[in-house]
């Protein structure tokens, strides 16, 4: 039983990271459908940009972020600007093409300044817990999973109490009807993915101290995280903490119970059962399946 | 200057260069390709050009389903790691050799078992991976990948897991080391690039661009969509699989991670985007630019892991951002485009009808029809969230009737289409079509059964000719006129006919997306009259086009009508429902309210309340309609 | 519509210049290559048409850290040997391409140093998942395939002749040492249980289940034993379920340094430290390894190397000075091993007189190569018939303790104290 409930909280504490990466992710494909599969490797250009901070300063991965976070809006609002305005509206496979390409971009250009060697930030803590009864609460994902409660509450209350929040979720409702009501969708879908993609730079900042990384473990991350937003339903930032809360618990129950072999199975399972059975996930909107007037 | 340029590619030299020349050059590529390793031993070009003909063929059969059905598969390399897995399993562990060293059975052998294998796969996994669209689609392919490689990885009874599997080593002389490989993986190429050219001239590639362009609207004038997609999947997977199995034996060792890449998925759509999708011999001719440089980059000038994912992503990008249709079709329409300038358009040419020949068929179905209403609809419900677009209509079309259903908008008629056609499924309710219960029926088989349906806003598959989108509706689904010539047989001459009837005959060469949309509607009216439907639904026929063409309309209506075609109209314009249909029907809030002759409808002070207004009836009085 | 003009005019414009590039090397003789040209007799001047030897290595990509130490092994071994007078009085030249680490690639090099740049002698690359299809291409065209690393049982399973494994055991048997040392502990001090993990990879799971085998047919119970994806990061869940199950060994067959390190942290995390612990081959990371986990955690750590730095075996010292002066760092083990496959060759062309593929193989089957991992030879499939060095971290070093004639510590420490700096 204690060992169940360790497996819980220890899935749970990942889960509270893998939310803050996921947000970004379904942030973007509900305000304009584009399914960012650079995500991940966004995720792991931050978490370098932390450990190349930490290697040379010193500096406290986890106060890394407050660097990484506006630098990887910058490159967000860029990256939209540059490239991803022009295939709005296209089919889905053409945003999955380009951002795939994008990922390959940032992964050979990481690879160069960095190389291919693992890569991981240490500061004392790492390998050190808190203890109660039982149970043991491994710091860095302590510390780790709090900044990222707080960073999603601040996202959440800039989404319904600004009103860039408000224009966000009208354009991610009805785009036509947004522009109706004096809201530039372009602004805001530019604002929406420099936002979706700076919340990449916390969770990187996070990441770089649980774990180890090079350029190539962007696909880890960019399953697991499409894994999430499937799960919660994609567009949905509630459904993103759930998914990836259950995701957590999921991939480290399977780890220990079952093998370690199959936890990487995990989310491409749970892809795969939740698009057939029910595509709107946990939390997501059913569409309309009117034929359009 | 643009003149000139058209005048030039309109001329007869370019047209022999661009027609049988290209031919010529292609055949000479090929002999060419063909020849080489009798003409040089370097090894170095065979393995290039070994490794480009592997690109060729995935990309080929990515094609079949990706490039003509539109459902863009960013897993396919996983047929290549099933075809090579099954290879090597058959070889090795079923039929393999007693000691180290020694020779078991040529892996050759089971390279078509290969084939079948990931044949099977697509077709099982197809059926279910697509009944999703667009992003769910796209993001289960690459899943699909990922599980099989994990399965592979971890069934390690089976497959050996991460050590791998290794095959024998080649037994022939070392002269003429690579020539198999070489060949099988060239025939591979030359079969896998003619069965798309099969698919791509018969009914079958015609239903799979029609599912490509509009797949329920396809569904609806009788294309089993189900099937259709399994058979492209299969179709894509085959010669991939058997390239698999060839290249499983060419490597002598294969393991999961390199059989089951998703970076080779990617090198294989960037090569088709290259040489252009939906095309014959695009992905063969982005294969042999993307493979070689790559390759050359590699061991000529050097270039690390690092720059060549750079290479790669840089090239996706520009691809998809710039020239998203590929080599091929843009020069294709560069040309075409510019001769199209310098002819006039014959979109302003005058409609001429003429009268239909009666089908013997319909009318024998008439003669034996069964008592009762053609249509009937009883307690149907339909909402979308928290609005009840439909709530309870109970309903009947009898036979040889025009019916016309009106309503105010946001009354549920179109609604109400949909439940009928097949396009949703009503929450409850039953409907009941020529005696048979429908509603649990997909909408290819209602159109089978004779339900014919036009769009309030014109669907047609625009990337076809008009002939093209009348001819591909089906009045059933045969296994044996899958493979036949998509347009051709009598179904063509059909075609022909009721493009005379409805007057477009003119146009029947042209390209539907650049109709008007009068001429729309017409062709969507021979569209639906190619199913010999029983029932014709109508929406809103009279909607956005001249007086001229709404008589011209209303002409076929009752030319049809005589024949013995039932009609169920949607229309807001009065005084022609009121003169050409008999029963009206009014449906208001989702309910049917009132039934009866136009002139009761009109009197019915409900109908007058919710719909018709106190006004229109003054100006019926004054004689204005 | 302009877009699409200067695209299509710039591809062909770039595919032109990357073919003219490329295009030095078109060539209709492939197959052996001959070449048996004396060279100079002066003694201590290399001179004369260069002896060329190709080799793939994964500089880039998944094993491009061991893939670039194996590089610097054969770079030594190059200026080392055309200082002292080159290979048969000719001066050596080594081209090395990059596979990045990608299978399909290292077949193309290996064919691209066979046929086109018509290399005299090949040198193998790094990890099994490479070498095996590296392997047959060399196989194929007849010519001697000397491989530094790549440990892999299926290496050996088909019926190769030209194939040679510079290392001192298969990855099955690299930890025999440690195993037998456990098994013939006395009764007070052996451990009852164990816990093996391993990873997924040609490496990993074979050192691991060879401990094993041998730990449970020595009356070691095992009670955890579980392999897990060689990318893992995440060793929280493992750990714990190790802990829950209190084994007295823990042995992982770790495939690199960090799968190794992440274990030991989530360990420390769980606060759960074994009797005696082995991993493969992190330990042997020196620095990196003691800096990951704090030296003090180093300590009484057991691990199998091929090479050790203070190894008194045949060329080690002025390997050591040549290494350390080109690179200004002691040599990681996979340098080492690169070393000797190089040394492997050469001593084989040497004695042989000319490069003669076949008399070269003939040669290696039936002779013994001193090289600075020690004595090597091998068995009809390639697989050598030596042993790996057991050796431990002690007070902050690396010792070797069994062989005992090799050994240069004679203490070992057992059992391994708890972690510090908790």
């Known amino acids: ?105 940032a992964e050979g250009v990481m690879g160069l300044v960095w190389s291919a060697n693992l890569h991981s930030a240490t500061p004392s803590y790492f390998n050190q817990s808190f203890r109660l009864g039982d149970f043991y609460f491994p710091k860095a994902q302590v510390f780790g999973c709090a900044i990222a409660v707080g960073v999603l509450v601040f996202l959440y209350i800039v989404l319904t109490r600004t009103w860039l929040g408000r224009a966000i979720r009208a354009v991610s409702a009805n785009m036509s009807s947004a522009r109706l009501v004096g809201v530039n969708p372009r602004d805001v879908a530019a604002l929406t993915f420099a ?48 998914g990836a809360l259950m995701l957590g618990v999921a991939e480290t129950m399977t780890a220990t119970y079952i093998s370690p072999r199959w936890a990487t199975m995990v989310p491409w399972a749970v892809i795969m059962i939740v698009l057939l059975a029910r595509p709107q996930g946990l939390l997501g909107a059913k569409l309309r399946e009117d034929v359009a007037v | 200057m643009s003149q000139a340029v058209a005048r030039a590619l309109d001329s007869r030299p370019f047209r022999l260069l661009s027609g049988p020349g290209l031919r010529l050059l292609v055949a000479a590529a090929l002999v060419g390709i063909a020849l080489y390793p009798i003409l040089s031993d370097n090894r170095y070009y065979q393995n290039m050009i070994i490794l480009t003909l592997l690109f060729a063929i995935m990309g080929s059969g990515w094609n079949i389903i990706s490039g003509f059905t539109g459902y863009v598969s960013l897993g396919q390399s996983v047929f290549l790691g099933i075809g090579a897995y099954t290879t090597a399993l058959f070889s090795v562990r079923l039929f393999g050799p007693e000691n180290p060293g020694e020779q078991g059975v040529n892996p050759f052998w089971f390279v078509p078992v290969a084939a079948v294998v990931a044949g099977i796969f697509a077709a099982v996994v197809g059926a279910i991976l697509m009944r999703t669209r667009g992003h769910s689609f796209v993001i289960l392919t690459i899943a699909f990948l990922f599980v099989m490689q994990l399965v592979t990885l971890n069934w390690s009874g089976l497959t050996n897991g991460n050590h791998g599997l290794t095959l024998p080593l080649t037994t022939w002389d070392r002269e003429y080391q690579y020539w198999p490989f070489y060949y099988a993986l060239f025939g591979l190429m030359l079969l896998s690039v003619a069965l798309s050219w099969w698919i791509r001239r018969s009914k079958l590639g015609m239903g799979l661009v029609a599912i490509r362009e509009d797949e329920d609207k396809a569904a609806s004038v009788g294309v089993n969509t189900p099937i259709y997609k399994v058979l492209a ?58 493979e070689p440089l790559l390759e050359t980059t590699n061991t000529e000038l050097g270039i690390g892991g690092n720059e060549r994912l750079i290479l790669l992503g840089v090239l996706l990008g520009l691809i998809v951002l710039l020239l998203p249709r590929g080599i091929i079709p843009s020069i294709q329409d560069l040309v075409t485009g510019q001769r199209e300038k310098a002819r006039g358009g014959l979109v302003g040419a005058r409609l001429e009808r003429k009268p239909l020949r009666v089908v013997e068929r319909a009318q024998a179905e008439a003669r034996e029809a069964p008592p009762g209403p053609l249509l009937e609809i009883r307690g149907a419900e339909k909402r979308f969230g928290g609005v009840r677009a439909v709530d309870g209509v109970s309903l009947a079309v009898e036979r040889g009737t025009i019916t016309a259903l009106i309503g105010p908008n946001g ?176 449906l208001a809030r989702g309910q049917c309210i009132c039934q009866g002759s136009p002139d009761e409808v009109q009197a019915d002070p409900a109908v007058l309340d919710a719909y018709l207004g106190a006004d229109f009836a003054l100006e019926q009085k004054a004689g204005v309609s | 519509m302009r877009r699409i003009v200067w695209l299509l005019a710039l591809l062909p414009v770039l595919l032109a210049l990357v073919f003219a590039a490329g295009c030095g090397g078109d060539d209709d003789d492939g197959g052996d ?265 180093t ?124």
Not at chain 3, 190 to 201: E, N, Q, R
Not at chain 3, 305 to 313: N, Q
Not at chain 3, 328 to 352: M, S, T
Not at chain 3, 401 to 406: A, G, N, Q
């Open chain 3, 299 to 422: 300590e009484g750590i057991f691990f199998a190397v091929s090479y050790h730095v203070d190894a008194e075996t045949p060329g080690n010292t002025e390997f050591l000075e040549e290494y350390r002066a080109a690179y200004d760092e002691d040599p990681a083990e996979d340098a080492a091993d690169a070393f000797a496959a190089a040394e492997v060759l050469q001593a084989a062309v040497e004695a042989v007189g000319e490069i003669d593929q076949d008399a070269i193989r003939d040669w290696l089957r039936e002779n013994e190569v001193e090289t600075i991992l020690g004595p090597l030879s091998w068995d009809e499939t390639g697989a050598p018939e030596q042993a790996y060095l057991l050796a431990q971290w002690q007070g902050g070093d690396e010792q070797i303790i069994l062989p005992e004639d090799v050994a240069t510590s004679d203490t070992i420490v057992n059992p391994k104290p708890p972690w510090s700096g908790r």
């Open chain 1, 195 to 242: 936002i979706g993609v700076a919340t990449t730079g916390a969770g990187g900042s996070i990441a770089a101290v649980l774990y180890p990384f090079l350029p190539g473990s962007h696909y880890a991350w960019i399953s697991r995280l499409l894994g999430i937003i499937v799960l919660g339903g994609m567009g949905s930032l509630p459904g993103a903490v759930v």
């Open chain 2, 233 to 290: 999947y299969v179709g894509s997977a085959v010669f991939i699989g058997a390239a698999g199995g060839v290249y499983a034996y060419y490597l002598t060792f294969i393991d999961p991670r390199g059989m089951f890449d998703i970076v080779i998925s990617v090198q294989v759509v960037l090569a088709v985007l290259i040489g252009g999708r939906g095309t014959i011999w695009g992905p063969v001719l982005g294969a042999f630019i993307l």
């Open chain 1, 1 to 105: 039983m204690t060992e169940l409930i360790q497996v819980i909280i220890l899935g749970l504490l990942i889960g509270g990271v893998y939310a803050l990466l996921a947000s970004g992710l379904t942030l973007i494909f509900g305000v304009m459908d584009v399914i960012n599969v650079a995500q991940g490797a966004l995720i792991i250009l931050a978490a370098f940009v932390t450990w190349a901070l930490w290697d040379a300063t010193g500096l406290d991965p986890l106060a890394g972020l407050l660097v990484t976070t506006p630098m990887m809006f910058v490159i967000g609002y860029g990256l939209y600007m540059g490239t991803i305005r022009w295939i709005q509206g296209k089919p889905p496979s053409t945003s999955v093409l380009l951002t795939f390409g994008l990922a390959l971009v």
């Open chain 2, 411 to 586: 009354s549920g008629k179109t609604t109400l289409f949909n439940l009928i056609d097949g396009t949703m499924p009503p929450d409850r309710g039953e409907i009941w079509f020529d005696g048979k219960r429908i509603d649990g029926l997909p909408p290819y088989r209602r159109a089978h059964l004779g339900i014919g349906r036009t769009f309030q806003i014109t669907r047609l598959f625009r990337n076809m000719s008009v002939l093209e989108n009348v001819v591909a509706p089906l009045r059933d689904f045969s296994w044996r006129r899958l493979g036949a010539d998509a347009v051709s047989g009598p179904e063509a001459q059909r075609a022909h006919e009721l493009l005379e009837f409805v007057g477009m005959h003119r146009f029947a060469d042209m390209r539907a997306g650049s109709l008007s949309y009068g001429q729309q509607k017409l062709t969507e009216l021979a569209q639906v009259l190619m199913l010999d439907p029983k029932l014709i639904m109508l929406d809103e026929p009279a909607g956005g086009i001249n007086p001229t063409l709404i008589a011209h309309i209303e002409e076929m209506v009752h030319e049809l009508n005589r024949q013995g075609t039932t009609f169920l109209i949607v229309e807001h314009n009065m005084p022609l429902v009121l003169g050409l249909c008999d029963p009206v029907l009014v």
């Open chain 3, 33 to 297: 290559a001959g070449g048996t040209d004396t060279g100079a007799t002066d003694d201590g001047e290399a001179s004369g048409e260069p002896i060329r030897i190709g080799a793939s290595l994964p500089l880039t990509g998944d094993f491009s850290e061991p893939g670039e130490a194996a590089r610097r092994g054969y770079e030594v071994w190059v200026e080392m040997t055309n200082e002292a007078g080159g290979l048969l009085g000719r001066p050596v030249e080594l081209i090395v391409k990059d596979d990045q680490s990608d299978q399909n690639l290292v077949v193309t090099d290996y064919n691209a140093l066979i046929n086109q740049d018509q290399v005299d002698l090949l040198l193998g690359t790094f990890s099994s998942l490479l070498n095996l299809p590296a392997s047959a291409v060399a196989e194929q065209a007849g010519m001697v395939y000397v491989e530094p690393a790549g440990g892999s049982p299926e290496m050996f399973s088909r019926g190769f002749e030209y194939l040679f494994f510079a290392q001192q055991a298969v990855s099955i048997h690299q930890a025999d040492l440690f195993s037998e040392w456990v098994v013939n502990l006395p009764e007070g001090e052996k451990p009852a249980t164990a816990a093996y993990v391993a990873a997924d990879d040609p490496f990993g799971g074979p050192v691991a289940e060879g401990v094993q085998n041998q730990l449970e047919a020595g009356g070691v119970e095992t009670v955890y034993s579980e392999i897990y994806p060689p990318e893992t990061v995440n060793f929280d869940a493992i750990a714990s379920a190790i802990a829950a199950e209190q084994p007295d060994v823990i042995a992982q067959g770790s495939a690199g340094l960090q799968d190794g390190v992440n274990l030991i942290r989530a360990l420390q995390r769980v606060g759960y430290s074994p009797q005696q612990m082995f991993q493969a081959s992190t330990p042997s990371f020196a620095d990196q390894y003691s800096d990951a986990i704090g030296i003090e955690n």
